[in-house]
């Protein structure tokens, strides 16, 4: 996540100007009020109906059968992207962190421009901050043919839009942890090209990812969605499946309370990829006792290799009493690993936007899909698999 935003006030208090990635922003890192010291202490079933049980006291949704899933990481989500977008016959709705001038781009504001004079809705709703260049060299094309462009907050404070959702005619959706840029090309495995792990879903969860756009579209005075935006969703596969959205608050958001109730779920396994891991301490006393239960307990994180070493450098100070635990921790060493997932035990799995640093759990838009199905389980062990041949273990 190559932005991070902040209060002019603020940033100076914790350092001043940086630039990260390709944007200068005002850094907020390490130095967000809105902690919660939140820790979790029930006890969490990890049966798939008590964990939904669980899910829907947290966060308000409930685990639904019917969905299908397909893992599409790195490059191969824009292609896919494309096919999608070509094949609307109703709507294209979008909310994206970054989206600028570079390859992809121009794939994909073809196959919208397209649909557009086809008379589809696009709807395309682009964090102000993040995506810089966009409102020059994007949003006129678009407009031209008939999208309706929006800027999420365009004044530069701490709760950006971290979302990462597209959903087309109601019935699919899009999310994880990409953006439109030149970074999310290739697969991971050099400097320039970054690991990201994305899905495909079909199934009830798409009307969720629908009204996680449609609260954000309409907090930028879009209009309110037509009714066909929302069909009934048919059950498409064997997945359990649920998307949490979280928005940003000064005591207890909803990304905080499902990361934690994953973790706090795992019996065996708990595997956890992400890009910005700086748990705070509730989260560490959570991952340590999940070890001292005999949990599997795993944490896959950048290496030198990332777009900010000030949060690389919060990331190596939380490993001492992770690693006095027992728990292991990998460094992908290729490019930046951007994905954000869990695995827990054989059957549980989370996906999306939800970074485990305080700017993602305190202050952002954002949001991940839990998903209930072996198979998932299955597919994300051999993704681990993959990317662990490619990581450095870090030792006490």
Not at 239 to 248: E, I, L, P, Q
Not at 298 to 315: C, F, G, K, W
Not at 372 to 387: C, F, G, I, N, R
């Amino acid at each position: 996540m190559p932005t991070r935003a902040g209060r002019n006030g603020t940033a100076r208090a914790c350092g001043g100007l940086m630039r990260i990635g390709l944007v200068a922003v005002l850094i907020l890192v390490g130095c967000d009020s809105r902690v919660t010291g939140f820790r979790l202490t029930a006890k969490v079933p990890v049966d798939p109906d008590g964990f939904s049980n669980a899910l829907y006291q947290s966060v308000g949704v409930r685990l639904a059968p019917g969905h299908d899933i397909e893992l599409v990481d790195n490059g191969k989500v824009f292609s896919r992207l494309e096919q999608e977008i070509g094949k609307a016959k109703t709507s294209v709705n979008m909310v994206l962190f970054i989206w600028r001038p570079t390859d992809p781009s121009p794939r994909i504001v073809n196959a919208l421009v397209a649909r557009a004079k086809e008379g589809v809705a696009c709807r395309i709703l682009v964090d102000a901050v993040a995506s810089t260049g966009f409102e020059d060299d994007v949003k006129p094309q678009l407009v031209a043919a008939g999208c309706d462009v929006r800027a999420f907050r365009p004044r530069a404070t701490q709760d950006r839009n971290h979302r990462k959702i597209v959903v087309v005619d109601g019935t699919l959706g899009f999310t994880g942890g990409f953006g439109i840029d030149k970074p999310w090309l290739g697969d991971g495995k050099k400097p320039d090209e970054w690991r990201e792990s994305n899905l495909i879903v079909k199934g009830p969860a798409v009307n969720e990812l629908q009204q996680a756009f449609a609260d954000n579209w309409q907090e930028m005075n879009g209009p309110l969605l037509p009714a066909s935006d929302f069909p009934a969703v048919p059950a498409a596969g064997p997945t359990r499946a649920a998307y949490v959205s979280s928005t940003g608050s000064a005591h207890l958001t909803k990304a905080d309370r499902l990361s934690q109730l994953t973790i706090a779920a795992a019996t065996k396994r708990l595997w956890i990829a992400n890009a910005y891991f700086v748990p705070s301490p509730g989260m560490s006393e959570l991952l340590i006792e999940k070890k001292r239960q005999g949990v599997d307990v795993q944490i896959m994180a950048p290496s030198d290799n990332t777009d900010h070493q000030q949060v690389l450098r919060e990331q190596r100070a939380t490993y001492g009493k992770l690693l006095e635990a027992g728990i292991r921790i990998w460094e992908y060493q290729p490019s930046l690993l951007h994905s954000k997932t869990m695995v827990v035990d054989d059957h549980l799995s989370v996906l999306g936007s939800i970074n485990l640093d305080r700017l993602s759990l305190n202050a952002m838009e954002e949001g991940s899909l839990v998903m209930s199905d072996p198979h998932v389980v299955e597919e994300l062990t051999k993704t681990w698999e993959a990317d662990l041949l490619h990581c450095k273990e870090i030792k006490k």
